[in-house]
């Protein structure tokens, strides 16, 4: 069955052109499956709510971050799924404000369950010309080509996507932006376009012993005129209540041993509240001037009196 979805997944987008990455990229993707994978949606019997924080290259002045709140719904009739996701991002004196609505229906295969997702989005770019960090060597109001004003855009998009898990295993596959939408906010101008992001997610674990699980996850990213990116995860959780692990990123430029290495430590509060933390040490030549990434993520289950919560992994599956 995992030979079929693997199978499956490869025959859906092998066709599609990869070639930059406008997707946010989150460290600790493994807790945040909903907002890369609409199928993913409804995966669970009880509402979802998180928030994350990512402060990226914080040495540099305005530095990329993002702040996420994304509510998952209980289940519906078993096999639907709706969920919400806003998102906000900022780099220098450009932010983006994203709302999403994601739809999926469940397939129960064996012991697993295939999801089938789509997500539909708007958009809001901003971008400040009258900010006061912006500098030039002459008079920045001599430059006619540097607008003194705040300019905004509004899109829509939609994307696809599925998902394959059991209580050990999981695999997901993505397209959160199928439409290439033009970025310009000269209507007359067509020079930058939203580009289509193919996402792949896998991972599983395994039982050590009674108190302690082994789990290997990798995250696959390619974009339309971007290099392709990786990350491989390996995780440690003890007594289902804390969690260390360690990420390889892929990156960098030439000569670069990859983009950086990534700490991520867990500690599920109790049984509904589960806080993460992840700081993203840089290996590129970044590194004599970024200080790191700093990512923060907190989630919240309602889940009801009557609904036992002994899964293997939930967090993860």
């Not at 397939?107 to 989005?121: A, I, P, Q, R, W």
């Not at 009674?210 to 995250?219: F, S």
């Not at 209540?241 to 700490?263: A, H, P, Q, W």
Request: charged share 15%.
């Amino acid at each position: 069955m995992i030979l079929r979805v693997y199978i499956a997944c490869f025959v859906l987008f092998i066709f599609l052109p990869l070639y930059g990455q406008q997707q946010q990229m989150y460290t600790q993707f493994m807790y945040n499956k909903m907002g890369l994978n609409a199928a993913f949606a409804g995966n669970e019997t009880y509402l979802s709510g998180t928030l994350i924080y990512r402060d990226q290259w914080s040495g540099f002045p305005g530095s990329p971050k993002a702040q996420t709140f994304s509510v998952n719904l209980p289940r519906i009739a078993n096999r639907i799924g709706i969920g919400f996701n806003v998102e906000r991002q900022s780099l220098g004196i450009t932010e983006k404000l994203t709302y999403e609505m994601m739809y999926a229906y469940k397939f129960f295969l064996g012991d697993g369950t295939l999801s089938m997702g789509m997500n539909v989005s708007g958009r809001k770019f901003v971008q400040d010309y009258t900010d006061s960090r912006l500098f030039a060597i002459q008079d920045i109001q001599l430059d006619p080509s540097i607008p003194a004003v705040q300019q905004t855009r509004n899109l829509l998009n939609a994307g696809f996507g599925v998902y394959f898990n059991t209580n050990t295993f999981y695999l997901g596959a993505s397209l959160p932006r199928m439409i290439r939408t033009d970025l310009d906010f000269d209507s007359n101008n067509l020079f930058s376009t939203e580009v289509r992001h193919l996402l792949l997610m896998t991972g599983g674990t395994f039982i050590l012993n009674e108190d302690t699980r082994l789990t290997p996850q990798l995250m696959f990213r390619a974009a339309e005129f971007s290099p392709w990116n990786l990350d491989l995860n390996l995780s440690s959780t003890w007594k289902d209540k804390y969690s260390l692990g360690i990420t390889y990123r892929t990156g960098g430029n030439t000569g670069d041993i990859g983009e950086s290495v990534d700490i991520i430590g867990g500690l599920q509060i109790s049984e509904r509240m589960m806080l993460g933390v992840a700081y993203d040490i840089p290996l590129s030549k970044l590194r004599t001037l970024d200080t790191g990434s700093l990512e923060v993520i907190m989630s919240y289950n309602l889940i009801p009196r009557k609904i036992k919560t002994i899964i293997v992994n939930p967090r993860y599956f």
